[in-house]
């Protein structure tokens, strides 16, 4: 029987500069070598992705399966076969809607799923977490940058980065917070309450004043939270931004001077996104989850061959892992979900970000992130690498495991 709970929390982004001890044990063996040995008696390995092929992160979702398909060839060798058992991927469309993934999760569990991945949007991956949990089947979420999945339960891993970890590297453009006004200029929801709280947490914590300017997530004129943003007169402005609008709220923020009277940080989005910021792409400091030229590896080389021109976007990264992960899994634990979690638990392993590990004790998936700067204009407009952050500098603090 399938069985859901309620929803938990849901959110999104993180950062730098704050060290956090953390204890993990890395079993550092590759996908690929595990891909090489025998498993099952040939039945498929059945995985069922769930994100975002059309709705607002619709693009989100298009890199999420390039870099999926990408890494599912890397890892297996290009067989598509663990051992001898050929992965059979169902592809269903969530539109970024909770109640369309958990359908289409319990459709996917009632046909024998064991394996679920995706989750473009943290509103998804708040609900199907639970919903892993209750069916005992193994759950990888994607895009989602939601704190609240880390340690949510033992079913549910994640393939990109979290909320937490993009705000400690936006804390490395603040050396001294204490006595400094940060204001977070976000989106009302999952993923402005999550930078909101990060930024509390983490730079708040180390001193700095925290307050926050939610901006309705159906809003197309930015011009009024501008001169608010403005006239709080802070110290740093965190701007956490995800969607189609992003290009009027920096239009606004550079017509109303915002960007030229404080230090203002945001990541980096899709390549999409570049030339929307226009001439303020020189005026922002950068964080990132991930921008082409960020790494160069292995991994980065077969993406580039998986990917329409060879351009690396900034959630390729999040498909690659997952299918890193999902041949990890089957490899070493079969049909067996447990095992399954026991293999990926204090999994170390090399990615597209460089080495990557699953924490033991919460699943938080450990990970360099990046600061970077914008050069050239226009249609020319890129990032280009600052600094590449050791994950132990961008290591969440340790969630205690619900379940």
């Known amino acids: 029987?399938?069985?859901?709970?309620?929803?938990?929390?849901?959110?999104?982004?993180?950062?730098?500069?704050?060290?956090?001890?953390?204890?993990?044990?890395?079993?550092?063996?590759?996908?690929?070598?595990?891909?090489?040995?025998?498993?099952?008696?040939?039945?498929?390995?059945?995985?069922?992705?769930?994100?975002?092929?059309?709705?607002?992160?619709?693009?989100?979702?298009?890199?999420?399966?390039?870099?999926?398909?990408?890494?599912?060839?890397?890892?297996?060798?290009?067989?598509?076969?663990?051992?001898?058992?050929?992965?059979?991927?169902?592809?269903?469309?969530?539109?970024?809607?909770?109640?369309k993934a958990v359908s289409a999760a319990k459709d996917l569990i009632g046909q024998g799923y064991k394996i679920i991945a995706g989750s473009t949007s943290s509103g998804v991956a708040g609900q199907v977490a639970p919903l892993a949990a209750q069916n005992k089947v193994l759950f990888i979420s994607g895009p989602a940058a939601t704190d609240a999945v880390t340690g949510i339960n033992k079913y549910t891993f994640r393939s990109g980065r979290q909320s937490y970890q993009d705000v400690l590297?936006?804390?490395?453009?603040?050396?001294?917070?204490?006595?400094?006004?940060?204001?977070?200029?976000?989106?009302?929801?999952?993923?402005?309450?999550s930078n909101a709280d990060a930024v509390k947490a983490v730079i708040g914590g180390a001193g700095a004043t925290v307050d926050n300017l939610f901006v309705p997530a159906n809003a197309t004129d930015f011009t009024g939270f501008a001169v608010q943003a403005k006239n709080a007169k802070p110290d740093m402005i965190f701007v956490a931004w995800a969607g189609t609008t992003a290009a009027a709220m920096w239009q606004s923020l550079d017509q109303?001077?915002?960007?030229?009277?404080?230090?203002?940080?945001?990541?980096?989005?899709?390549?999409?996104?570049?030339?929307?910021?226009?001439?303020?792409?020189?005026?922002?400091?950068?964080?990132?989850?991930?921008?082409?030229?960020?790494?160069?590896?292995?991994?980065?080389?077969?993406l580039r061959?998986?990917?329409?021109?060879?351009?690396?976007?900034?959630?390729?990264?999040?498909g690659f892992t997952a299918a890193q992960l999902v041949v990890r899994a089957a490899q070493e634990g079969g049909d067996d979900v447990e095992k399954m979690i026991t293999a990926l638990e204090g999994y170390s392993?090399?990615?597209?970000?460089?080495?990557?590990?699953?924490?033991?004790?919460?699943?938080?998936?450990?990970?360099?992130?990046?600061?970077?700067?914008?050069?050239?204009?226009?249609a020319d407009l890129k990032p280009e690498l600052v600094k590449a952050i050791d994950p132990a500098d961008a290591s969440p603090p340790v969630a205690q495991m619900k379940g």
Not at 19 to 36: D, I, K, N, R, V
Not at 169 to 193: D, I, R
């Open 1 to 99: 029987m399938i069985r859901q709970t309620s929803a938990p929390r849901r959110v999104v982004f993180a950062a730098l500069g704050l060290t956090l001890a953390a204890t993990f044990t890395a079993a550092c063996s590759s996908p690929q070598e595990a891909a090489e040995e025998p498993a099952g008696d040939g039945a498929p390995i059945k995985v069922g992705l769930v994100y975002s092929q059309t709705g607002a992160l619709a693009s989100y979702g298009k890199q999420y399966i390039e870099g999926w398909k990408a890494g599912l060839a890397y890892a297996t060798k290009g067989t598509g076969k663990v051992g001898n058992r050929p992965v059979e991927v169902k592809e269903v469309d969530d539109a970024g809607d909770p109640a």
């Open 169 to 193: 590297a936006a804390k490395s453009y603040l050396p001294s917070p204490t006595g400094k006004k940060v204001l977070v200029f976000t989106q009302e929801g999952a993923f402005g309450k």
């Open 349 to 378: 392993f090399d990615g597209i970000k460089g080495k990557l590990t699953v924490r033991k004790e919460d699943h938080a998936l450990l990970q360099p992130m990046f600061q970077g700067k914008f050069t050239g204009s226009g």
């Open 256 to 302: 109303q001077g915002v960007l030229g009277s404080t230090l203002v940080v945001t990541g980096i989005d899709q390549r999409a996104s570049w030339p929307t910021f226009g001439a303020a792409g020189g005026k922002i400091s950068l964080l990132a989850h991930y921008f082409d030229g960020a790494s160069d590896n292995e991994a980065v080389a077969a």
């Open 305 to 318: 061959k998986g990917v329409d021109g060879g351009k690396v976007d900034l959630f390729h990264p999040d």
